[in-house]
């Protein structure tokens, strides 16, 4: 449309339309016309507004992708605390944004509270963080395989990914609680590739290479991402494949949990056998120098000696006190201690 009277010179010097009528309806469908067939330059790839929270957050998914990817397998038990609590965590984050029934802050405090709690059963029952690690990496394998399919045909059900999800992520759960350390280190690698590869896509292309795979989990279709997105992408089976050389060969080399947890679990087990023989060792001490003159009366060794030393030669052979207890005062005084 037009917004004043000056641009009518310039419509006429375009269009050559001196000495000759022109109405305010062919006017309008000039301008039209020409905002229409005007390109309008993309400025999508390059426009890009941070945020001082998520940039942080971003920079330490990046330090703690590093971590996982290089040194996952050395912190065992860190690592299955984190890997439970970012499943659950990120899991609950997405279902509830996609339902939109909680504010953000709501939001963000279920996904915490829920990848605490998961996170701690990963830790203390090692057989759940085996399998979660081993699912997670199902979980990756099946968003490569769909993000290939989306480039030939869109699944329009929802079922589709979802099951494919669970198929490849149930299998390589059950994987890693037969072939340990190696899922570990494959996991942890591409897990940790994966999170600090997160970080980077916020840094360069506002999480849209994120975003484009969630919308492979829920078959949304969703639109092309840019190229250095698709860089990403591409960086993250490369860097999956050197995290897990490094542990393999440096980081994880000559290591194993199964060792250390039993070292841990017989280390206790002596700890605890240690403080029973110390206690036991304590009540019979306690009782050797107990002497019982009726039931339910003991009286100390060292004031009957006391006493009996105060009697006369005569008097003591008659009083003379057996210092050994009986093997019936002994079980006698040991119920007595228990009750």
């Known amino acids: 449309m037009l917004q004043n009277t000056t641009d009518l010179p310039e419509l006429e010097s375009q269009l050559n339309l001196t000495g000759e009528g022109v109405t305010l309806d062919e006017l309008l469908n000039i301008t039209t016309l020409d905002s229409v067939t005007t390109p309008v330059p993309d400025h999508a790839c390059d426009n890009r507004e941070y945020e001082i929270v998520s940039g942080i957050a971003a920079a330490v ?10 040194f996952g397998y050395r912190f065992f038990k860190a ?38 709690l998961v996170g701690l059963v990963a830790m203390l029952i090692q057989y759940i963080g085996l399998f979660l690690t081993g699912f997670c990496l ?34 390589t759960g059950l994987l890693g609680l037969r072939f340990q350390k190696a899922v570990i280190i494959l996991s942890t690698s591409v897990i940790g590739g994966a999170l600090a590869l997160a970080g980077i896509d916020y840094f360069v292309g506002l999480l849209s290479m994120t975003f484009y795979l ?7 279709p969703s639109e092309q991402v840019c190229w250095f997105s698709w860089l990403i992408l591409g960086l993250w089976p490369v860097v999956a494949l050197a995290g897990a050389i ?70 003591q052979s008659l009083t003379a006190l057996n210092t050994e207890p009986s093997n019936e005062e002994e079980s006698t005084a040991t119920r007595h201690s228990l009750t």
Not at 261 to 279: F, G, H, Y
Request: charged share 15%.
């Open 246 to 315: 490094v542990q393999w060969k440096f980081t994880g080399h000559e290591i194993d949990h199964r060792i250390v947890l039993r070292r841990e679990q017989s280390s206790n087990v002596q700890t605890s056998r240690a403080r029973e023989k110390r206690e036991t060792q304590q009540t019979r001490y306690r009782h050797l120098y107990q002497a019982r003159r009726v039931k339910g009366d003991v009286i100390s060794q060292t004031f009957l000696q006391s006493i009996e030393s105060k009697l006369s030669p005569a008097m």
């Open 138 to 171: 199902g979980l990756s394998a099946a968003a490569i395989i769909l993000v290939v399919v989306e480039q030939f045909t869109h699944p329009y059900n929802m079922w589709i990914p979802i099951v494919v999800y669970l198929i490849l992520g149930i299998a």
């Open 61 to 70: 998914c990046i330090t703690f992708g590093i971590l996982y990817t290089f």
């Open 214 to 220: 969630w919308d492979r989990v829920i078959a949304r």
């Open 79 to 116: 690592i299955m605390f984190l890997t439970g609590f970012l499943f659950c965590a990120v899991t609950v984050y997405m279902i509830l944004s996609e339902l939109n029934v909680l504010p953000l802050e709501g939001v963000l405090g279920c996904a915490a509270g829920a990848g605490v």
